[in-house]
Each structure stands twice: as structure tokens, then as C-alpha cells.
């Protein structure tokens, strides 16, 4: 199986930049996603990495490292609106189906 | 893109009593499901994956005859929870892959309270 650690919260001001680290544990990597996801409702997909590197997206990067099992969600430029669970989601070659394992999320709080 | 929608969006039931949950694919259809539970301040915990035509897989300590899951068509996913309790109470979210790309796509979820 897998093993996907995160921070459990972090906080952060508005207009700063803030990175949430995600490591992973896995036989057969396919894949490592983050999702953002606002109490009470569904994840929004943010970003997906499967080759070293970064992959830039507006305000918000993610970050890979397979022979590290290290990933990171970069957000520059804080609003208030990004306090939400991150959620650090990973894909593994013995899962049937695109199953994926998450990690137990980031809960962000943007502070003014 | 794709769209996974559920039904219903919140439910209040007894305990002792049955609840079904609907999660469908409008725009695409998905041989595959996942039906996740989150519990307050938790992340999403795998229950099963909803195969069409052929019966569910659960993720281990997941009772089978609890929560029963339907995929009868290529659109549509049930999950039933049997015999509901208190500790039942929980937010139920369903997910599709494209088939088409990496992507996961979400249904909003189902809150459901067990009084």
C-alpha cells in the first residue's frame, strides 16, 4: 500500500507565499495529484505530476521528486478564499482502475 | 469538463433505517467508481470500488453487506447504507476517471446524519 504524510495545518498571510509538502511511500508510482477541497464540499482538482519537476499553474505549482517521493503545492499570492483543505493524492501501478490514496490533508489558514 | 453529480446532497435518516446514496456520470460514462468516506476534519478514506456489471470491491474493514453498492449502468453508481447508526454519520463522496486522461472527477457529496 501507501504511505502519504502531510502537514496536518499550517497558516499563512495574505498576499505571501506558502508551501505544503507532501512525502510518499509507494511500490509502483502512476502519479501524485492535489486537490483543494472547501469544507462541506467536494476536492477541486488542482494539479497532477508524474515526471521530475515543476508544473506551474497560475498562482499555484506542484513540485516532484520520484526518487525522493517528495512532492510540494506552491501557492504565491495567498487570498483569503485559498483557506481550504490540500489534499496530496497518489496513484499506484497495483491499483486497478485510477484508484487513488490520499494523504490526510493540509487544513490552510489565510490570515489578513 | 466532466461532471459527477450525487443525490441526495443531504439526508437525515433514523438509526436502524436504510439510506441510498446515487452518484452519476451526466456527460461521460465510467465502468468505474469510487465511493470515499470523510468523517469531520479527516481525509477521504477509500470504502469500495463500484465495477459495472460486476460486484464492488471493498477496501479492507469496509462491511460488504453494510454498504451495498449497485453499478448497473455505465452512468450510474448506488451506494446503500444498511441498517444506519450514529457512527454512519459521515460525508459520502463519489468519484469517476475519465477514461480519457488522469483525471478524477468528484461528485459534490452526500452528508448524511444518522439521528
Known amino acids: 500500500g501507501q504511505n502519504i504524510d502531510q502537514p496536518t495545518e499550517m497558516t499563512a498571510t495574505e498576499g505571501a507565499i506558502v508551501q505544503i509538502n507532501c512525502t510518499y511511500q509507494?511500490?509502483?508510482?502512476?502519479?501524485l495529484f492535489w486537490y483543494q477541497q472547501h469544507a462541506g464540499e467536494a476536492p477541486t482538482f488542482l494539479s497532477y505530476n508524474v515526471l521530475d519537476g515543476l508544473e506551474e499553474k497560475g498562482r499555484f505549482s506542484s513540485f516532484l521528486s520520484r526518487s525522493k517521493g517528495y512532492s510540494y503545492l506552491l501557492l504565491k499570492e495567498l487570498q483569503m478564499k485559498d483557506s481550504a483543505s490540500y489534499l496530496c493524492a497518489v496513484r499506484d501501478l497495483g491499483n486497478a482502475g485510477n484508484m487513488l490514496t490520499f494523504g490526510g490533508g493540509t487544513r490552510l489558514m489565510v490570515k489578513p | 469538463g466532466a461532471v459527477v453529480s450525487q443525490h441526495p446532497s443531504r439526508v437525515i435518516c433514523k438509526s436502524g433505517t436504510s439510506v441510498k446514496i446515487e452518484c452519476r456520470s451526466l456527460d461521460f460514462q465510467a465502468t468505474t467508481m469510487f465511493w470515499y468516506r470523510q468523517f469531520p476534519k479527516q481525509s477521504l478514506m477509500l470504502m469500495a470500488t463500484s465495477n459495472e456489471g460486476s460486484k464492488a470491491t471493498y477496501e479492507q474493514g469496509v462491511e460488504k453487506d453494510k454498504f451495498l453498492i449497485n453499478h448497473a449502468s455505465l452512468t450510474l453508481s448506488t451506494l446503500t447504507v444498511t441498517s444506519a447508526h450514529p457512527e454512519d454519520s459521515s460525508f459520502y463522496i463519489c468519484s469517476a476517471p475519465s477514461g480519457l486522461s488522469y483525471e478524477q472527477y468528484f461528485g459534490p457529496g452526500t452528508r448524511l446524519t444518522v439521528t
Open positions: 509507494t511500490s509502483g508510482f502512476n502519479g
